[in-house]
């Protein structure tokens, strides 16, 4: 029984999604899924991305959060439209609920949405919610065993940004391991070494964001 019911809800669930995702294609905006553990640097990571990019690609964030606005408030400070989602102790994003806050942005705007989910290697990975593509940020201090233990949410990601490279001396990752499992997963993932601290490799970040953008523009006739 238990089972069926999360048939039904996760069928529901991709039903709305379909609906965000063609909504969003209509406009010919890129829509991008981004996952992580709390502390791995989502929110530095789009932070950077917005003041790299804000001049050539008109953005706007949803932040997705158990409780407060934190994250949006950092977001908003770029001057960068931001809708803040809290889930009330839910440890997901939903279609449902994205669809509520794409109902807060102007979508004749923009040309690319990045969706913060809940900070949950589990979870999220699950609940489609309108995306174009999932990206994953794995933290080095998070240590190498994460992608085999959390396997969905590298599976399923076109990007797998592998952040705070800058302390690798400072641990003992090991950063052949990790992306010898990451890539046994999802042997398409593209994957990206950076420090949002330092700025190191971040460009691998943007040029994937760029590709998306343009392919998603050419493919794509706007109202």
Known sequence: MQIEVMTNILDKNDKLAAENNALLSQHGIFTLNLLGSPGSGKTSLLELTITALRNDIRMAVIEGDLFTAKDADRIACHGVPVVQINTGGGCHLDASMVKTALDKLDLTALDLIIIENVGNLVCP???????????????????????????????????????????????????????????????????????????????????????????????????
């Open 125 to 223: 990975a699950e609940f489609n919610i309108g995306e174009d593509a999932k990206a994953t940020v794995l933290s080095i201090t998070e240590g190498e065993d994460k992608p085999l233990k959390y396997p969905l949410v590298f599976k399923q990601a076109g990007v797998v940004v592998l952040n705070k490279i800058d302390l690798l001396p400072y641990t003992s990752f090991d950063m052949a391991a990790a992306t010898e499992d990451i890539v046994s997963l999802n042997p398409q993932v593209v994957l990206v070494t950076a420090s949002c601290r330092s700025g190191e490799g971040l460009e691998g970040w943007y040029d994937w964001l760029k590709r998306q953008l343009a392919a998603k523009r050419s493919a794509t006739v706007r109202p």
